[in-house]
C-alpha cells in the first residue's frame, strides 16, 4: 500500500481522515509542521501524498510547504491542503506555491479519496513524464557524442575531403555564372540584381545527422544522392523582381538543370518566412572528367534575410520556448517586410520611368 502522511494540529481531524483513508493507504500522522518536517526529512521518498493543514502553532502549512520546495520534495510528493478556509485568496496563494489540490472542512469522505487518488495518479505520471525525458535527453546526449565522433571519423576519410573539394567547386561555379549575369544586367540596366552571395558547406556533423534522420547509412554514395544542399548559396537581392529575373537567367543557362523550386515568397511558410529556393544541378571540370554536382541556391531580399536571420538567433539560437504572442509578433513583422520590400520597388519603378522619360526628351530634343 502506499504511505501518505496526515499533518493536521486537531486529532479529531487526523483521525476522521485516517478513518477515510485506511483501507487505501498506509497512513501517516504528524500533529504539527516540525513533527511532518522530521517525518518527510527521513521518509519523503516513501510519501505517496501530504495532506497539509495550514493553520498549526509555530511551523504552519505555508512554512511546510516552503520547506518542501527548497529541499526539492515537493517536486516528488503531491500536496493537499487540508482547511477550513473558504476564501479564494487562501486557494489562490496555496496553487501558486504549487500544491496539488484543496480540500475543505468538513471532510466529505467520497471528495476526499477522490481528490487524494487523483493527486496521485497524476503526480505519479508527471514524474514517470519527467524520468521519460531524462532518459531520453540522456540517450540524446550518447547519441550525440557518437555522431560528432563519427562525424570527426568521417571528416578525416580521403574519399569525404575528395567530395567536399568537389562541392566546393559546384560553389564557385555558380558564384561565377551569378557575378557573370550581375555585370550583364548592370550594363543592361545600369543596376545590380544582387547586393552579396554568401556560401557554405555543411559540416560533417550535420551531415551525419541528417542521413541518420533520413534512415540512410553513411557513405559517399548516401550524401551524393539523398543531401540536396550540401553545397548552398545564398543570394541577397534588392527587390523581389530581381530575385525571379536572376533566377531565371540562372536557370535557362543550357549546362544549369533545376531539380527542384520551393517558392516561400508567394507561398510564405506559417511563421512569415520568405525566401525563393532552387536546388540545381551544375556541371564542375576536373582534370579527368565532368561531374555534375548538386547545389542549394536561396534567393531572398535583404529585408526578408534579415527578419529569417533575427527569427533564428531569437527563437533557435536561445532556445526560446515557442509561444503564441511570439509566433504572432514574428509574422507580423514579415508581413511588414513584405509590404516595405515592395513600396520600394514601387518608387523604384517610378525612378527608372521618370529617368526614362527624361532621357527621352532630352534625345528629341
Request: glycine share 2%.
Amino acid at each position: 500500500m502506499q504511505k501518505i502522511l496526515i499533518v493536521d494540529d486537531e486529532e479529531v481531524n487526523r483521525e476522521l481522515l485516517q478513518e477515510i483513508l485506511k483501507d487505501d493507504y498506509e497512513v501517516e500522522t504528524a500533529e504539527d509542521g516540525e513533527q511532518a518536517l522530521h517525518k518527510l526529512q527521513s521518509h519523503y521518498n516513501e510519501m505517496a501524498a501530504v495532506l497539509l493543514d495550514l493553520k498549526m502553532p509555530n511551523i504552519d502549512g505555508f512554512a511546510v510547504i516552503m520547506k518542501m520546495k527548497k529541499k526539492g520534495w515537493a517536486n516528488r510528493v503531491p500536496v493537499l491542503i487540508i482547511s477550513s478556509d473558504q476564501t479564494v485568496e487562501a486557494e489562490n496563494q496555496c496553487f501558486e506555491l504549487g500544491v496539488s489540490d484543496f480540500i475543505h472542512k468538513p471532510f466529505e469522505t467520497s471528495i476526499v479519496r477522490n481528490r487524494v487518488k487523483n493527486a496521485i495518479e497524476l503526480f505519479n505520471y508527471k514524474n514517470q513524464l519527467e524520468r521519460k525525458v531524462e532518459e531520453q535527453t540522456e540517450t540524446l546526449k550518447k547519441q550525440s557524442e557518437i555522431i560528432k565522433i563519427q562525424a570527426e571519423k568521417l571528416s578525416e576519410a580521403k574519399p569525404f575531403n575528395k567530395l567536399m573539394m568537389e562541392y566546393n567547386a559546384v560553389i564557385m561555379e555558380i558564384e561565377t555564372k551569378l557575378k557573370v549575369l550581375n555585370a550583364e544586367f548592370s550594363e543592361e540596366y545600369n543596376r545590380n540584381p544582387f547586393e552579396s552571395i554568401k556560401s557554405r558547406l555543411k559540416t560533417p556533423e550535420s551531415i551525419y545527422k541528417k542521413l541518420e534522420k533520413k534512415g540512410y547509412p553513411v557513405t559517399i554514395e548516401n550524401i551524393r544522392e539523398h543531401i540536396a544542399d550540401v553545397a548552398g548559396l545564398r543570394v541577397i537581392c534588392s527587390f523581389p523582381d530581381d530575385i525571379y529575373r536572376l533566377a531565371e537567367f540562372l536557370t535557362k543557362q543550357d549546362d544549369v538543370v533545376l531539380l527542384k523550386k520551393k517558392d516561400y515568397i508567394k507561398s510564405p511558410k506559417p511563421n512569415g518566412y520568405r525566401s525563393l529556393h532552387l536546388i540545381l544541378s551544375v556541371p564542375i571540370f576536373l582534370p579527368d572528367e565532368k561531374k555534375y554536382m548538386k547545389a542549394e541556391v536561396q534567393f531572398r531580399t535583404i529585408a526578408m534575410d534579415f527578419w529569417a536571420s533575427l527569427e533564428h538567433k531569437l527563437k533557435y539560437k536561445k532556445k526560446i520556448d515557442d509561444t503564441d504572442e511570439i509566433e504572432q509578433q514574428l509574422k507580423a513583422c514579415a508581413d511588414s517586410i513584405e509590404d516595405l520590400d515592395y513600396q520600394m520597388q514601387e518608387i523604384r519603378d517610378k525612378i527608372d520611368t521618370h529617368a526614362c522619360a527624361k532621357e527621352d526628351w532630352s534625345i528629341s530634343l
